[in-house]
């Protein structure tokens, strides 16, 4: 059997894929159990909180007004004392220049010749030494006793020599002056080095070495150059002298190496050694004036003014800790209570606080940028960056993973405090959650990434009619500024989109969320996992395909994920793919390996693709719906055939047999998806049992297998009402009748009507329960008249 692609798959699951899968799962167990859900809950918002804390605390605008280069001062403001300001343009240069003087440090080896020598010494004392060791151990050892690999020649070389105490002096010889020399790995880097001014240290003590020429210094090939071009004494054979050359010409290194962490830190020593350049501001001295535009000196001023005001940091981020905790407790509070969609679990709440962090820390980031970028375009007012930033971005994320409920909610919670951490803004609040709740409609049905692209576009419009109506509002519609902001207002729409189109595969793959996207990339009939159970088990993936279509028109008709049910069905006999030949539908050499297996042996082959399917889909990353389904995908029931037949050959006396090992291990279907899949499984194998599938017996086989299952008590669990059951055995008789419709009977030779004739029905899987269902008499038993005519008109 062909099992390539399942080790290539291995090979391919990445360490972060790893990493990701253990961490996520360390968080479900900390996460998990009633008695820690609210405590984690409660960890959760105060840890998020003390992060939105931290990130809005450096912004001053809790403490005054404060303006920035490029503003429009509202008022006069004088100095309310003296100041000491530093001059931070100027120390800032005069730190760059000291830097920039700073030398550059090189690390030097004075011992490179003789470290050299000392290893051959070695390696002739251990040659020499050696006792009850092989060939291929003693090479390898001496190899690591050298630093370079030998090779067989090489080493019967250095085998003949081992006594030669003339080969090491005349060795040490030869290397000593190409080492006197320094050899340096980058002789042009090294050579604008030594123009620039370079710092030397010994390698091993750190201190400096002082004195030396280093302008004769040669590089690593004109030094090997130089020792091949040298004749070793004649200790050994000229052959074996040559052979040892090549290695100690392998060996020759670098002696003078730059020191890239000590040349940081003697630029580092070099700033910080540069005092800073302040100067005096009075008490009383103007600063601004009302209607002038504040220059960059001025900033400067205003900034000392404001961080020297008695409220503390302290004091402040006390208040800002206390408003996030009541902005995202008290919204969440209301929609447990009064949203019935609302019902996120620990695993969707991590998300949401992790999430919410990435996201105030980038638009933290975005403001620091723009607040840059205020100082390189001054036509540009500051606070019109903010019409470009991806207020919507995460509120979108969160629809798409999760619900519209749960994105509102979030929504509602963020844009409040978005606005606080930029500059206390009323408009930016509007601003984003409008903004939000605009980009959550636009992907309420995100199927395909485009749909991302659409909902960025419906965003810009919005963005560009609020930041219309803003400046309408500020009486100055047709300005400059109203253009700009107009236009980051349209490029803001799309940055979300852009972002959420990065984001969203990525929160897929760390937290096994499972989108609709990511289902239609699964849906791919070309996906691996199934080209290779197309490849070792046809007759199973040929049956999943088919239930994939069955499931798919009974969602549709119930209202439940015809995608999710389609790809569910897909994935949910992959187990078959460790023991293909173990299922019938896969035979097709007319051998049954079960006929020489105990009836329980079976059964636990047959349950077993359960558990390898869990394992499957896991390994190939499908998705946690899909791989709740295959869990779900049998329910609990009964292997019958097995049972049927190890009760046959229990003999007298015995214990009986117990049926609990011979029914699947569950759970039962939690989901309407689920439900279907476990219908449409049944249904497909059993239909296949039928030697003249005519309309009628169709409907009869549809509505026996169904009345078993539900008189069994698998769809107790999901749900499936018997409106919804009457709408699925419709849907499985139009697709059923459209696969097995009736053909024209064209006349066949005698021989092959004889053959034909012989020819017993098909059976399309040994997992008994589906082809036993539809002979069991359980149906019999007399239930409820809807469920007899289940799928009639």
């Not at 190496?257 to 830190?265: K, Y």
């Not at 972002?499 to 289902?519: A, I, N, Q, R």
């Not at 077993?608 to 896991?618: I, N, P, Q, T, W």
Request: with cysteine; hydrophobic share 40%.
């Amino acid at each position: 059997m062909p099992t390539d692609n399942g080790d290539k798959q291995k090979k391919h699951k990445s360490s972060l894929a790893r990493l990701c899968d253990c961490w996520l799962e360390a968080a479900a167990v900390a996460f998990s159990g009633e008695k820690y859900e609210k405590r984690s809950r409660v960890t959760l918002l105060f840890l998020t909180a003390l992060f939105l804390t931290l990130l809005i605390i450096p912004s001053p605008q809790f403490l005054s007004v404060n303006y920035r280069e490029g503003d429009i001062a509202t008022s006069d403001i004088r100095a309310s004392q003296d100041y000491l300001i530093e001059d931070l343009l100027l120390t800032e240069k005069k730190r760059t220049e000291a830097e920039a003087a700073a030398p550059f440090v090189y690390k030097l080896d004075p011992n490179a010749n003789l470290d050299i020598v000392r290893r051959f010494e070695q390696v002739f004392s251990l040659l020499g030494g050696r006792k009850a060791r092989s060939s291929e151990e003693a090479r390898q050892a001496v190899s690591e006793l050298l630093g370079v690999e030998l090779s067989a020649e090489e080493f019967a070389a250095l085998m003949k020599v081992r006594q030669e105490r003339v080969f090491l002096a005349d060795l040490g010889r030869q290397l000593a002056p190409l080492y006197r020399q320094r050899i340096v790995a980058e002789l042009p880097k090294f050579s604008s080095h030594l123009k620039h001014g370079i710092l030397v240290t010994d390698s091993g003590s750190k201190q400096e070495v002082a004195g030396g020429d280093y302008a004769s210094a040669i590089d690593l090939a004109s030094a090997r150059r130089a020792f091949s071009g040298n004749h070793l004494s004649q200790g050994a054979a000229a052959r074996d002298l040559d052979t040892l050359k090549g290695v100690a010409l392998r060996m020759i290194s670098a002696n003078l190496s730059f020191d890239r962490d000590g040349t940081e830190d003697v630029k580092s020593e070099a700033r910080a050694s540069v005092r800073p350049v302040l100067f005096k501001m009075k008490r009383g001295e103007m600063i601004v004036r009302v209607g002038e535009r504040v220059s960059s000196e001025q900033a400067m001023k205003l900034e000392k003014m404001y961080k020297s005001k008695s409220l503390t940091p302290f004091v402040t981020g006390f208040g800002i800790f206390g408003l996030v905790l009541v902005l995202s407790y008290s919204p969440y509070r209301f929609a447990c209570k009064n949203i019935r969609k609302f019902n996120p679990t620990n695993k969707d709440i991590l998300l949401l606080s992790l999430l919410t962090m990435a996201n105030f820390a980038a638009l933290k980031f975005i403001f620091a940028v723009s607040t840059a970028l205020g100082g390189v375009f001054p036509s540009v007012d500051t606070a019109s960056y903010f019409y470009l930033f991806p207020f919507a971005a995460s509120v979108i994320i969160v629809r798409i993973i999760l619900n519209s409920e749960v994105a509102l909610v979030y929504c509602a919670v963020c844009a409040p405090l978005i606005g606080i951490m930029l500059n206390n803004s009323l408009q930016v609040v509007i601003y984003a959650l409008l903004g939000g709740i605009v980009g959550a409609h636009g992907v309420r049905q995100c199927k395909e990434r485009g749909t991302i692209y659409s909902a960025g576009l419906k965003v810009s419009v919005v963005n560009m009619a609020v930041a219309l109506c803003f400046h309408v509002y500020g009486e100055s519609p047709f300005s400059l500024q109203a253009v700009y902001c107009v236009a980051f207002a349209f490029l803001g729409g799309v940055l979300n989109a852009v972002f959420v189109s990065g984001t969203v595969p990525l929160v897929e793959s760390l937290f096994h969320y499972t989108t609709d996207v990511k289902l239609l990339e699964l849906a791919n009939l070309n996906s691996p996992l199934l080209r290779e159970l197309m490849i070792r088990a046809p007759g199973t993936y040929h049956h999943s395909v088919l239930v994939g279509n069955m499931v798919e028109a009974g969602a549709e008709a119930i209202n439940a994920n015809p995608l999710l049910a389609r790809v569910a069905a897909y994935y949910h006999d992959v187990g078959k793919l460790k023991k293909p030949l173990y299922f019938i539908e896969n035979i097709r050499d007319g051998e049954n390996r079960h006929d020489k297996l105990s009836p329980s042996m079976s059964a636990l082959i047959l349950i077993s693709h359960m558990k390898d399917g869990v394992e499957l889909a896991r390994e190939y990353r499908i998705g946690l719906p899909i791989i709740e389904i295959i869990r779900q995908s049998h329910g609990t029931s009964l292997i019958s055939f097995f049972y049927l037949k190890a009760k046959g050959l229990e003999a007298p006396g015995s214990p009986p047999v117990d049926e609990r090992d011979f029914r699947y291990p569950g759970p039962k279907p939690q989901t309407r998806e689920a439900g279907l899949v476990l219908l449409a499984d049944c249904v497909e194998a059993a239909s296949r049992t039928l030697v003249d599938p005519t309309p009628a017996r169709i409907q009869g086989l549809v509505q026996k297998i169904i009345n078993n299952i539900f008189m069994d008590g698998q769809l107790d669990e999901c749900e499936l009402t018997l409106k919804n059951l009457h709408e699925i055995a419709k849907s499985f008789n139009q697709i059923l009748a459209g696969i097995y419709h009736h053909r024209i009977d064209y006349p066949e030779p005698a021989y092959k009507e004889k053959n034909i004739a012989k020819k017993p029905p098909e059976d399309s899987d040994s997992e008994s329960p589906k082809a036993e269902a539809s002979r069991d008499t359980g149906a019999q038993k007399g239930g409820p008249e809807d469920l007899r005519r289940l799928g009639m008109s």
